[in-house]
């Protein structure tokens, strides 16, 4: 197991997973796997799938509510995991406007990180 200090940080480019509308259930588990992400762990099916259509790195945990099945999509970066989206999935596939948001945060993200170095 890592140190603290060697953890890498959330730098959330969304609202924070909240109960409600998650349990509090949900938000454990959704806690439980950000903290092994940040640890540097590699989460897997099912709890994990590499997200293409967004990016490189870009990636959706999965953690499965009462009513709900609730998505995180994040990317892993070297200093940090980068927190894109919170939402409540209803169909197979990823809403088009899910995609386009989270792209549309990686750039706005990258450019400010590009200009501080």
Known sequence: MTELSEDKPLMWLVDKV???????????EAGFLL???????AVHMPHSRPMPAIGRRCHELRVQDRHDTWRIVYRV???AIVILEVFSKKTQATPDRVVKTCKQR??????????KT
């Open 106 to 115: 990686l750039t706005a993200y990258d450019d400010v990180s590009r200009r």
């Open 77 to 79: 970066d070297v200093d």
């Open 35 to 41: 903290r092994r992400l940040q640890q540097g762990d």
């Open 18 to 28: 909240k109960s409600p509308p998650l349990s509090l259930e949900a938000r454990l």
